[in-house]
């Protein structure tokens, strides 16, 4: 071997083990950065006429495990839509009271059950028939106090789908671009694994947002689509909106009913199904409960009659009868009628009605509606915290493996960057003697 072509070897290992701990040192920087995929250079054997010339390093490569970074995804998504639900959840849970506690529905309306069975024993009681109306404006607030919470719950998840849109669409577009990078440096043979990394972390964030799945394509660009098939547009346009009813848009196309999962995904159905639903239970309610008590002959709460119903919205309105009020003796004589006509004090045929005929115990309508709709929230916010855990629990071992097989051991790196320190040293040296061998051959030719 030539002194020439023995310093080209190790002019070429130099410049192999340069791009490596260039890659080395991306891993270790990154090493702490949710998502990366570790990079590594590929070395290749050089040879000329069957003699060995050196080695070429090839252009860095992610070490990423597709599936498991797949699933992560999918878990992502998940996580997100389950976590975007139990929260708005949780503050409907916040405003329904405490079972037992005296401040949810069923003790605020037994408080009112009791308040007529003590003003039975004595009618004409005036301190007592303010205590009742005080019970029954205590059950009417807090009947406005979680309509008031479920209104601001569907204000808040609709706010969210149009920021969520708005941060998909920063998201496509950043995804549009690094796809045009990586086909141009494919095409010029160059790394394109940083970007890679960059754009895997926009993928997972457009799945949070919409559960979105990634699709390789030869080009090495990638195409999104959602769990039920939608394309996702990655060219900047059209983007996606809101229009003024709350639908998504793509160009003049709804696809709202595309987006079911992600954060975006648990807004709409919040806004949509979740949330209503349970307003128009608490409706129900609201119109039972003033119904009831108008049927019995006590106009007790307003609007009442063909106004109380279980349309949207009732159950902000629903108050204590300005009447009843102003003159608490209503509570025993009636409304709108003056069922005791009489004007006796002692009078308890209304309130002895009241007591058999609407607040008659547990198992009466006004008693089964109210109780129906706490389990009926109490049941969706219990489902959507379990789900959560659940989710966030995959989440969390499924991160734990992607990182396992796809992302930085900086133990490795460690142990890799030695490893190229000693070959670097080596390669030095070779460089070294052969500097020394032609200057001393140019001294003996001299």
């Keep these: 071997m030539s002194i020439a072509s023995g310093l080209s070897i190790a002019n070429s290992g130099l410049a192999a083990i340069e791009a490596q701990l260039s890659v080395v040192s991306q891993n270790v920087t990154n090493a702490n950065t949710a998502g990366y995929s570790a990079e590594s250079v590929s070395l290749t054997a050089t040879s000329a006429q069957g003699l060995g010339t050196g080695v070429s390093a090839g252009p860095a490569v992610q070490l990423v495990n597709t599936s498991i970074q797949s699933q992560l995804n999918a878990s992502v998504a998940d996580q997100s839509f389950q ?8 503050g409907i849970d916040q405003v329904m009271g405490t079972p037992g506690q005296g401040n949810d529905l069923s003790s605020l309306l037994g408080n009112l059950q009791s308040g007529f069975t003590t003003l039975l024993s004595d009618p004409g009681n005036t301190v007592q028939q303010s205590a009742v109306v005080g019970t029954a404006q205590n059950l009417s607030n807090q009947i406005n106090t979680i309509a008031s919470a479920l209104g601001s719950a569907v204000t808040t998840s609709q706010g969210n789908v149009v920021a969520g849109i708005k941060s998909l669409n920063a998201s496509l577009t950043q995804v549009g671009t690094l796809n045009n990078q990586i086909i141009s440096l494919a095409q010029q043979g160059r790394s394109t694994a940083d970007l890679q990394n960059q754009r895997d972390a926009l993928v997972q964030t457009i799945a949070g947002l919409t559960g979105a799945k990634s699709i390789a394509q030869p080009t090495g660009a990638i195409a999104l689509y959602t769990p039920s098939g939608l394309q996702l547009p990655t060219s900047g346009a059209p983007q996606l909106s809101v229009s003024g009813t709350g639908a998504v848009m793509l160009g003049t196309q709804n696809v709202t009913a595309s ?9 709409l159905q919040l806004a949509s ?55 608490p003796a209503l509570i025993r004589d009636g409304t709108p009628a003056n069922v005791n006509t009489s004007g006796d004090a002692g009078f308890t045929g209304l309130i002895g009605t009241i007591l058999s005929n609407t607040l008659n115990g547990s198992t009466g309508t ?18 959507a915290q379990t789900a959560s855990t659940a989710a966030t629990s995959l989440t969390s071992a499924l991160t734990t493996q992607a990182s396992t097989t796809s992302g930085v051991s900086v133990d490795q790196q460690m142990g890799l960057l030695v490893t190229l320190q000693n070959a670097y040293a080596a390669n030095a040296k070779v460089v070294s003697i052969a500097q020394q061998m032609w200057q001393t051959e140019e001294a003996m030719i001299s």
């Design 83 to 90: 976590q975007t639900t139990a929260s708005a959840l949780t």
């Design 273 to 327: 199904s979740t949330l209503l639903n349970l307003q128009s239970g608490l409706d129900n309610v609201a119109a039972t409960l003033a119904n009831s008590f108008t049927a019995s002959g006590l106009t007790l709460f307003t609007p009442a009659g063909a106004s109380a119903t279980a349309a949207s919205g009732f159950s902000s309105q629903i108050t204590v009868n300005p009447a009843v009020t102003q003159n």
């Design 259 to 267: 987006i079911t999962t992600g954060s975006i995904g648990a807004n």
């Design 366 to 383: 006004l008693a089964t509606t109210t109780t129906g709709f706490t389990a009926q929230e109490a049941s969706v916010s219990s489902a």
